[in-house]
């Protein structure tokens, strides 16, 4: 049978939480080999979704452990125990604080900054993301620092959101100020990049030829670029500066791709491109983040379902309207009733990637065990834009760290970034600031 | 005379400096209009000797003095314009406010007074280039089709557009994928051939793996399995394969053996040989470079007890070829033909100079050929030395950027006469400098191919023809025939498709969605034809010459069979779009085209407040402020008709700080009510007739579409709003202040009467922002 046929033909088919088959089967895995579930690699995981939930069938009614499930909620209802809901949750910077309009863009901006962005056209200054402080900080222990996911490609012509950069509603992870990290939306593409090293079929030898052309090339062009960047003026120098931290970073790469084994991942795995169907593309996406994070290609995961703002509309669901459109449901019921399937329907793409960090098992231990995910949004109610009480999920025991398994109520306006500070905390980072963070977010 | 060494008698196009006709309330009055303004969110700073800045305004509150001080108050204008005044600290005016001040500006000061306003050029960031341009320049240096759209993200759009310098950034993992593309790149261009790679190789039974090894002699197959040899082929082409191999026979057939590629089954043998006689089995395959996997296998295992065992030995397998050695690529028979071998060891150096000439953009010095010589490898031929020459090029900053120096390049004395040439009796701004040929070169061939100079430019850039002028051409000139000659060349198409894609925003249509359970019409293909015919109206306007303002009422247009159904139109057939002259006026122009209807809906209804948005924002150069935070948006949900829709829209403008851009933006919108959701025509909505009349700011009235295009037309606002999104396309910069000079200069060129695109392309390159560049940020 073709093979991607035949891959193909298995999604379709696949139930919520089924592992895709060639995963049971890779190396790298077994107790035999090494092992890269040791409890010291701890994982950082934020899932976004858009247009915010809606709060009624999200926020449980009671708190602690015995709380009953709410509606939007129930497909991680099997999970219960390893997740918590965070509820009370603010990002202030999401906010206008004078800047007018614009919270869907500001949303997904600060989600993971706690930065107000600067609001002109053309122009972006954001701040450094938390899971790119955390991919600076341990991601030298992996060939890549971090995975940066979407499921939309980045803006098309014109604005995204009321004068805000494009830039802002499509990206959650920003290296630094003004560069947002290199979100991958093509399911093959991330396929060779993380597995084939971007080239596809070559063995050792070959490979090993071509890892000492691609440092003559990087030795040569960090040379040139030096010698440019004497004689430029600030502005362009900032440019060339970016250039030039892509230069190191992959000659740091390829210094430990020469001690690193190569995990042979099967062709069966490689997707042909972006499925037509949504929550095909989203499982195909998350199985992919699945296989990088169980081969240890990587530890810092970012995965945006959509654009903040995204209009997209959801045909399996026979919802014919866009998101964003109806997510301002002014109280209509008969959107309220679409705007929860949307919620439930992600929610669902999350319980099956729940599923398989559970049953990546190995020596007694999953990848659940040393993972810390979050999954949310930077928007709480869609109809009304606001920017407290944020949906959070808490996912994994982060190595112990964590306590699953409960609703979580913070105090009004408990900094978003508190969390975040807490996370990298777990995950040996300490940073002097993080945004508007005030400390480390308790009871989790 | 050049056009930039005086100011020219106004013609009508220039007189409406920023405001829209149709937004404008009667006549602005100074009373009511600016004295109320000044005093509300200015005076409390700027009044008495103690003024901020020492700009006392107090002495403005008469009109009279208002009037005699133009400076004053084209600066005013152009802080409350930019939005720098009143600082953010403070207070918003409202919408309406400003424009009415600003209205009572431009009516008494007209335009920029050139002879007060030092020349500034402005200053693009260094531009990377984008995915469209990246796989333009490969194309064009190599003959490499790349799909860079496809391979990198999407790069970021500002301004409009997606190759601003200032938006495009550079994340860590981008210059990772340039190296990748650069590799594959070079992979297709040059070809590595090595008379060694045709050594045939051989793999015996210790080689091979799978199956059972009879001490290194075989490999025996005992069930239904095979045994393969794993390599690395380096190049594609026919190759032999031969299998030797033989049976142990038994039952009612001789063994069977099949020859698998990658797990293919490519060939099937019969096995008659036994030990004592094996036999050798070839097959010639056309194979994939790349990693190969060889397979024999044993197809019909048969076994019963006491009576035999069918069992398949294979000894070796070996693969020779290819049998049709790859050539040289073009490019590479090019550049080894310009560089022949009797240049001896001056050959690499020289073929190097060439390649990244051609890939910079520029000539290069000998110190840094030697540089690029040096780094490559020794000893390995010349091929894998211009492969490894063309990967480091390839990802160089000067071939990823668009390097514009900021010291002078050109000789003091051509600088001064090009200075001279736009001054005049304008004063120069210091920190400014002329661009050299070959910045100019590649400024004119990425604005209108969105690729690099190609040889003809190239040659003009050497002659020094594009800062000096020819023998019977001065520079201008021959600027102005090298955009003509452009335009001519097939290349011109992706500034259609890039310009006119993101300003219309027609390439919206790839992420529309659409209801395709009220609209079963809608497809890929239906969509295609939409925005093909967008595309090929815009052309049209642009080769003939046409009046730009036929954009919004063209008496023709472009359809195919499927497109002329959709409108109701007949005697169009075939999937080829074909030029139609419109029998009514129905579809005349950009807002009767489908694609322009359909970007600006829901996916399941109109929104006539999008599609009035769109017409101030691309049209008219008047983007609607944000609306207020609280102002929540229109539930066009629970409309059942147009009627209802036209209503609730009048409620919402009840509201005084919704009513001041929704009384711009509504009317024109619902002008436009008789295009449904994809741009169909229609009588009714849901019952109801449709009304699509409407009153504009200005007062003007129109009974329905067609008159709602002719006062778009004539409102002058549209041609300066082109004229401005072209500037920013031709630059790669958002506009500053000082740019307003250089619309103008660009619309006071323009015929009044027939105003065209390649006007409005001639007055761009002609120009200072153009041609000079500031050396400081």
């Excluded at chain 2, 084209?74 to 009143?86: I, T």
């Excluded at chain 2, 039952?251 to 698998?260: H, I, T, V, W």
Aim: with cysteine; hydrophobic share 40%.
């Amino acid at each position: 049978m073709n093979e991607s046929l035949s891959r193909r033909h298995f999604l379709r088919g696949m139930g919520a939480c089924m592992a895709l088959p060639w995963m049971a089967s890779l190396p790298g895995m077994s107790p035999a080999g090494r092992n890269p579930l040791a409890p010291s690699r701890s994982r950082l995981i934020y899932f976004y979704v858009p247009n915010g939930v809606h709060m009624p069938d999200w926020t449980p009614s009671s708190e602690g452990r015995d709380y009953e499930v709410p509606w939007i909620l129930e497909p991680m209802a099997e999970y219960r125990e390893h997740f918590s809901i965070l509820t009370g949750l603010t990002q202030d910077k999401a906010r206008a604080n004078g800047d007018g309009p614009g919270d869907h863009a500001r949303a997904a901006a600060a989600f993971l900054t706690g930065v107000q962005p600067l609001k002109t056209d053309g122009q972006i200054r954001l701040g450094p993301s938390a899971d790119q402080i955390a991919a600076e900080a341990i991601g030298q222990q992996t060939a890549f620092p971090s995975l940066v996911i979407g499921c939309e490609k980045g803006g098309n012509a014109g604005q995204c959101d009321s004068g805000y950069s494009c830039a802002y509603s499509s990206n959650l992870s920003w290296q630094n100020e003004t560069t947002p990290a290199l979100k991958e939306t093509n399911p093959r593409l991330v396929f060779e990049r993380l597995f084939r090293g971007g080239a596809s079929g070559e063995d050792g030898k070959a490979r090993a030829e071509r890892l000492a052309r691609r440092r003559s090339v990087l030795d040569y062009v960090e040379d040139d670029a030096k010698r440019l960047n004497r004689d430029l003026a600030e502005d362009d120098r900032l440019k060339l500066d970016e250039y030039l931290s892509g230069v190191r970073e992959l000659e740091r790469r390829i210094e430990n791709a020469e001690q690193e084994i190569v995990t042979e991942v099967p062709e069966s795995a490689r997707p042909e491109g972006v499925p037509r169907d949504f929550g095909e593309y989203l499982r195909l996406m998350g199985d992919l983040s699945i296989l990088a994070l169980r081969t240890d290609r990587t530890r810092v995961l970012s995965f945006l379902m959509a654009n903040e703002g995204s209009n997209r509309s959801y045909p399996m669901l026979d919802i014919r309207d866009g998101h964003h459109e109806i997510s301002h449901h002014k109280s209509a019921e008969d959107k309220i009733a679409q705007i929860r399937k949307i919620n439930r329907f992600h929610v669902e793409q999350l319980a099956h990637f729940v599923g398989q960090l559970l049953e990546t098992k190995d020596g007694g231990r999953t990848l659940m065990d040393d993972v810390q995910m979050v999954y949310g949004s930077g928007i709480s109610d869609g109809n009304r834009h606001n920017h407290d009480d944020l949906p959070v999920l808490l996912i994994g025991k982060g190595s112990g760290r964590l306590k699953p398994g409960r609703h979580v109520k913070y105090a009004r306006n408990t900094p978003m970034n508190n969390l975040h500070l807490r996370l990298l905390d777990g995950l040996g980072v300490r940073v002097d600031s993080l945004g508007d963070g005030t400390g480390l977010l308790g009871s989790v | 005379m050049p056009r930039w060494s005086h100011l020219r008698a106004l013609a009508a196009l220039t007189s409406a400096a920023i405001i829209p006709l149709i937004l404008r309330p009667t006549g602005p009055d100074f009373e009511r209009d600016v004295v109320p303004f000044l005093k509300k969110h200015c005076l409390e700073c700027h009044e008495g000797p103690e003024a901020e800045e020492g700009f006392d305004l107090s002495a403005h509150l008469d009109e009279a003095t208002a009037r005699a001080a133009f400076d004053d108050w084209d600066y005013l204008r152009e802080r409350v314009l930019d939005g720098e005044m009143p600082p953010r600290s403070r207070p918003r005016p409202g919408g309406a406010e400003v424009e009415s001040f600003l209205a009572w500006i431009d009516e008494a000061h007209g335009p920029v007074d050139l002879r007060f306003r030092p020349l500034d050029p402005g200053r693009p960031v260094l531009r990377r280039l984008n995915a469209r341009e990246y796989a333009n320049t490969v194309r064009a240096l190599t003959g490499v089709e790349f799909a860079a759209e496809e391979f990198f993200p999407a790069d970021a759009v500002g301004f409009g557009f997606d190759h601003i310098g200032a938006s495009l950034s550079l994340p860590d993992a981008l210059f990772e994928k340039y190296l990748q593309a650069a590799e594959q790149v070079a992979d297709q261009a040059v070809v590595r051939w090595q008379d060694a790679d045709a050594a045939p190789r051989h793999f015996g039974a210790s080689d091979l793996e799978g199956g059972n090894d009879r001490n290194g002699a075989a490999r025996g197959l005992y069930t239904r399995s095979a045994t393969s040899a794993n390599l690395h082929l380096r190049h594609p082409g026919t190759y032999t394969v031969t299998i030797e191999a033989y049976g142990q026979q038994a039952g009612p057939e001789p063994c069977k053996m099949a020859l698998s590629i990658n797990r293919r089954i490519v060939e099937n043998f019969v096995v008659e040989e036994t030990r004592e006689a094996p036999g050798k089995f070839t097959a010639s395959v056309p194979l994939e470079a790349g990693k190969l996997q060889l397979s024999a296998g044993f197809v019909n295992d048969y076994y019963v007890k006491d009576e035999g065992d069918r069992n398949l030995f294979v000894q070796s397998i070996s693969i020779a070829g290819p049998s049709d050695p790859p050539q040289p690529t073009a490019f590479q028979a090019d550049l080894l033909g310009r560089h022949p071998e009797s240049l001896g060891k001056k050959r690499l150096e020289s073929i190097l100079s060439d390649l990244m000439e051609r890939a910079w953009r520029r000539p290069v010095s000998r110190a840094e050929v030697k540089r690029l010589e040096k780094s490559l490898p020794k000893d390995s031929g010349l091929a894998a030395q211009l492969h490894q020459a063309l990967v480091t090029v390839l990802v160089t900053p000067r071939f990823l950027f668009r390097f514009e120096a900021d010291e002078a390049l050109l000789d003091a004395e051509r600088e001064q006469a090009i200075f001279s040439s736009f001054a005049g009796e304008r004063p120069l701004r210091e920190q400014v400098r002329a661009l050299d040929d070959w910045e100019l070169a590649t400024r004119l061939a990425y604005f209108l191919t969105s690729a690099p100079p190609d040889a003809i430019l190239r040659a003009r850039a050497a002659a020094g023809h594009l800062t000096a002028g020819s023998s019977d051409a001065t520079a201008t000139e021959v600027l102005c025939a090298e955009v003509d000659r452009l335009l001519q060349t097939p290349a011109s198409r992706s500034f259609v498709r890039n310009f006119a894609g993101q300003w219309l925003q027609l390439r919206n249509l790839d992420r529309i969605a659409i209801d395709t359970e009220r609209f079963p019409e809608w497809n890929l293909a239906l969509r295609e034809a939409m925005k093909l015919e967008s595309y090929l109206l815009f052309e049209a306007v642009l080769r003939e010459d046409r009046d730009v303002r036929e954009l919004l009422d063209a008496d023709f247009t472009f359809l195919n069979q499927e497109l002329a159904e959709h409108y109701g139109i007949e005697e169009v057939q075939g999937a080829e779009h074909r030029r139609v002259s419109l029998a009514s006026d129905q579809r005349a122009g950009l807002l009767g085209h489908a694609s322009v209807l359909t970007i600006t809906s829901n996916p399941a209804r109109t929104s006539p407040v999008k599609r009035g948005k769109w017409i101030l924002e691309n049209l008219l150069g008047a983007p609607p402020p944000p609306p207020p935070a609280d102002a929540g948006s229109l539930d066009e949900s629970k409309l059942v008709s147009a009627s209802s829709l036209r209503e609730q829209l009048a409620e919402h403008r009840a509201r005084p700080d919704c009513a001041v851009c929704h009384d711009a933006m509504d009317p024109l919108g619902l002008g436009l009510e008789n295009f449904g959701p994809i741009g169909n025509w229609r009588e009714q909505d849901q019952g109801g007739a449709i009304d699509s009349s409407g009153v504009l700011p200005d007062g003007s009235s129109f009974a329905g579409a067609t008159e709602l295009r002719a006062l778009l037309r004539d409102d002058p606002a549209f041609v300066r709003t082109l004229s401005e999104r072209l500037l920013i396309y031709a630059l790669g910069r958002g506009l500053e202040r000082s740019d307003r000079a250089t619309i103008q200069g660009v619309l006071a060129g323009l015929r009044p009467d027939q105003p065209t695109l390649r006007g409005i392309l001639h007055g761009i390159v002609e120009s200072p922002a153009f041609r000079l560049r500031r050396t400081e940020p």
